[in-house]
T-cell receptor, first 119, second 115 residues
Framework: GAGVSQSPSNKVTEKGKDVELRCDPISGHTALYWYRQSLGQGLEFLIYFQGNSAPDKSGLPSDRFSAERTGGSVSTLTIQRTQQEDSAVYLC?????????????????FGPGTRLLVL | AQSVTQPDIHITVSEGASLELRCNYSYGATPYLFWYVQSPGQGLQLLLKYFSGDTLVQGIKGFEAEFKRSQSSFNLRKPSVHWSDAAEYFCAVAPNSGGYQKVTFGTGTKLQVIP
């Protein structure tokens, strides 16, 4: 597609339920990133994929959070046993990382996000 | 570790007026610096970035930013604001190695444009 897409755009769930958030990166982009944006906060890094592997999971806030990427394309972020503090906008981004200066010369493209509300 | 501060949470300007959004960073060496814009319901869009060289950086949509090492600042400017510029603006800083996963974002400045 033309850009990064995410689904669903909005998700309301009850505390304790599991949720899955999906990200479709730009075709051919090898690097994929998940961020969390809480109200009044900047973006918080969650996890980074290069291909199907995740060399950096340092931002995942707890073991309730996990993510996978298959076929070097689609990624799913799963939150188990959701809590109210998980309510936020979850953003996905992709870039064509060619290993130059860590990839920062390549522009990172963001999806529109999934707005998650845990009741 | 690096950090970035956007001291203005909310700014209101009149359409046609000039704009300056402040950003201060903390990092031991020369960082990589970014400005992003986020319109309601949208993801972030890169306006401009500074890696090295000319300290005055031109971006999209008529924006520019100036890196001032002595002041640890990277303020965003636009000479004449349009109503469509109403959005939230994020400054970000990254170390000069390590990739986008090392980027630290500011908390954002929300811009309101009045007629």
């Amino acid at each position: 597609g033309a850009g990064v897409s995410q689904s669903p755009s909005n998700k309301v769930t009850e505390k304790g339920k599991d949720v899955e958030l999906r990200c479709d990166p730009i075709s051919g982009h090898t690097a994929l990133y998940w961020y969390r944006q809480s109200l009044g906060q900047g973006l918080e890094f969650l996890i980074y994929f290069q291909g199907n592997s995740a060399p950096d999971k340092s931002g995942l806030p707890s073991d309730r959070f996990s993510a996978e990427r298959t076929g070097g394309s689609v990624s799913t972020l799963t939150i188990q046993r959701t809590q109210q503090e998980d309510s936020a906008v979850y953003l996905c981004a992709s870039s064509s990382r060619r290993g130059l200066a860590g990839g920062l010369e390549e522009t990172q493209y963001f999806g529109p996000g999934t707005r998650l509300l845990v009741l | 570790a690096q950090s970035v501060t956007q001291p203005d949470i909310h700014i209101t300007v009149s359409e046609g007026a000039s704009l300056e959004l402040r950003c201060n960073y903390s990092y031991g060496a020369t960082p990589y610096l970014f400005w992003y814009v986020q319109s309601p319901g949208q993801g972030l869009q890169l306006l401009l970035k500074y890696f090295s060289g000319d300290t005055l950086v031109q971006g999209i949509k008529g924006f520019e930013a100036e890196f001032k090492r002595s002041q640890s600042s990277f303020n965003l400017r636009k000479p004449s604001v349009h109503w469509s510029d109403a959005a939230e603006y994020f400054c970000a800083v990254a170390p000069n190695s390590g990739g986008y996963q090392k980027v630290t974002f500011g908390t954002g400045t929300k811009l309101q444009v009045i007629p």
